[in-house]
């Protein structure tokens, strides 16, 4: 398949050119009958050639692989070959056109072409002298003919695959979605394209010969173009935010790229200047920020309102579980049935109620009453949450290991609590077995990420999720007493430390795994 940006030259525009050097078939067929009847001579022409070009600093690396070296070799023998002996129809000047594209595609320039040819020349032309004496005059002349002929095929399809790019490099800078323009290197512009003239206000053929600095809409303080150029230089390029002009209207914000294009002399050295309005993403920026500060605003009256009213609530509950609790004890079994039994649900929802209010003044004093994060050893944190545990773990026969620990910083508090939560609740929602619990913490690039591993009943895919929302129970109070807060506590305190929690099946068997990310330093 050939190459979609490969101009092809009609057959028309070759009889031209043979016109014109006064190449004839009958130059090719003496030609072929001047040459050896093997390869061995061009073969001794390449070594030649490939020992030269191994030494230029252009060519070197080319000829630095000897298996590679010895590719391009049998290529040019080949290639000279075919040259001198055809057939010399139109799909062999075709591919020869070809030659330059390829060249012109891995870097090859024209002149070190040129230079090969001109080193084959010299070992035919010499092959030519001693074995036609008589002739070498006329078989000199077709050669350079053909030499002629095909350099100049080569050569223009190069000059035409670079006109190409320049076209299509071209194009994309028309065509680019940003504002594009490039100066001088005293700052006055010489191309722009059509992004720049929308965002300007004026057709881009009227901003060529205009300074940069004259777009600028530039308080005293802000720096010069000739500091901005400076720091791109020391940068290699420079990135910010400029207040640019536009055409009838007032000025608006831009976010600019510098980049200094190298030339033989820094009087010389040309600016590429990319900017493009960020007039809406301010906007959409500033809405953001409004709205994520009343939204914090809102979470904090939230918060506010659930520790006043957990708060206010607990004298006068704690007043209606004193009279329910004392009723129980003076008239239980005094009364008939109904009584006892009404009597108990009052003392138990007394009793849930206190709870449910604990949990909620608990869950609202994480935002509101943190302490300040420092430099904490989750070996001393974790220690403290077993020794709170302890005689449960006791009741249960527990195991809990864990591997190295690292120091983080957090609130101690909270985090005795995260540990001693997700421990507890391991431990609550054990199977059958003795319930066994591992800790193991993997240290990433940005934070800890740790992980807690139980044998637990497990909690299933589909409720991954949901375990995490206050008050949220997947079982009953007679299985499994509890509020259902405990995993909601453990998100709020990890996600106060800018951290994520998340809950999956254990990796073998039965079980849970819980895994939770603490950044390696934050503040509160």
Excluded at 443 to 469: K, T
Aim: glycine share 6%; proline share 4%; charged share 20%.
């Amino acid at each position: 398949m050939s190459d979609p940006l490969t101009p092809l030259i009609e057959p028309s525009e070759l009889a031209s050119r043979k016109t014109f050097i006064g190449l004839e078939e009958s130059d090719f067929l003496l030609l072929q009958a001047s040459l050896p009847k093997d390869k061995e001579v061009l073969a001794e022409i390449a070594q030649t050639l490939n020992i030269h070009l191994a030494q230029l600093d252009e060519t070197r690396l080319y000829f630095s692989d000897p298996e590679v070296a010895q590719r391009l070799q049998q290529a040019q023998v080949d290639y000279f070959h075919s040259l001198f002996t055809g057939p010399h129809d139109a799909s062999f000047f075709q591919k020869r056109f070809l030659v330059g594209q390829r060249h012109h595609q891995i870097g090859l320039k024209p002149e070190w072409y040129i230079g090969a040819f001109c080193h084959y020349l010299v070992g035919i032309l010499r092959h030519i002298h001693e074995e036609h004496p008589t002739d070498a005059l006329e078989r000199t002349l077709s050669l350079v003919k053909i030499a002629l002929f095909d350099i100049s095929l080569t050569t223009e399809a190069y000059f035409r695959a670079e006109h190409e790019q320049l076209t299509l490099l071209s194009k994309v800078f028309q065509d680019n979605i940003e504002g594009v323009v490039i100066t001088d290197s005293e700052g006055t512009i010489q191309h722009a394209n059509k992004m720049s003239g929308r965002l300007i206000g004026i057709p881009p053929n009227l901003l060529i010969g205009t300074a940069f600095t004259e777009l600028m809409a530039m308080p005293a303080a802000s720096p010069s173009f000739a500091d901005l150029c400076s720091n791109a230089l020391e940068q290699e390029q420079w990135q910010g935010e400029v207040e640019l002009n536009r055409v009838g209207t007032p000025a608006f914000p831009a976010k600019v790229t510098i980049m200094g294009m190298d030339a033989s002399r820094p009087d010389l050295r040309q600016w590429v200047i990319e900017f493009t309005d960020i007039t809406e993403a301010r906007r959409n920026q500033a809405d953001l920020a409004a709205r994520t500060e009343e939204l914090f605003r809102s979470n904090r009256d939230l918060e506010q309102f659930a520790y006043i009213a957990s708060h206010d609530l607990q004298e006068p509950l704690r007043m209606v579980a004193s009279y329910t609790q004392l009723l129980a004890r003076r008239y239980q079994g005094k009364l008939d049935a109904d009584a006892d039994e009404f009597i108990h649900y009052a003392v138990d929802g007394a009793e849930r109620m206190q709870q449910l209010i604990n949990d909620l003044l608990t869950f609202s004093r994480i935002g509101t009453q943190g302490s300040q994060h420092k430099l904490v050893d989750i070996q001393l944190i974790l220690n403290r949450a077993l020794f709170n545990l302890k005689s449960t773990m006791e009741d249960t026969q527990s195991l809990v290991t864990h591997g190295p620990l690292p120091e983080v910083h957090g609130d101690t508090t909270q985090l005795v609590q995260l540990f001693q939560n997700l421990i507890g609740n391991a431990i609550k929602f054990h199977s059958q077995d003795s319930p066994r619990i591992h800790i193991e913490v993997l240290e990433r690039e940005q934070d800890w990420l740790f992980s807690v591993l139980d044998n637990g009943i497990g909690i299933a895919p589909e409720y991954a999720q949901q375990v995490f929302s206050i008050f949220q129970r997947l079982h009953s109070r007679k299985e499994y007493p509890g509020t259902g807060i405990g995993l909601a506590l453990c998100k709020k305190i990890v996600e106060r430390h800018h951290g994520k929690i998340w809950v999956e099946p254990a990796p073998k068997g039965s079980g849970s795994l819980f895994q939770f990310t603490l950044i390696k330093e934050h503040t509160k």
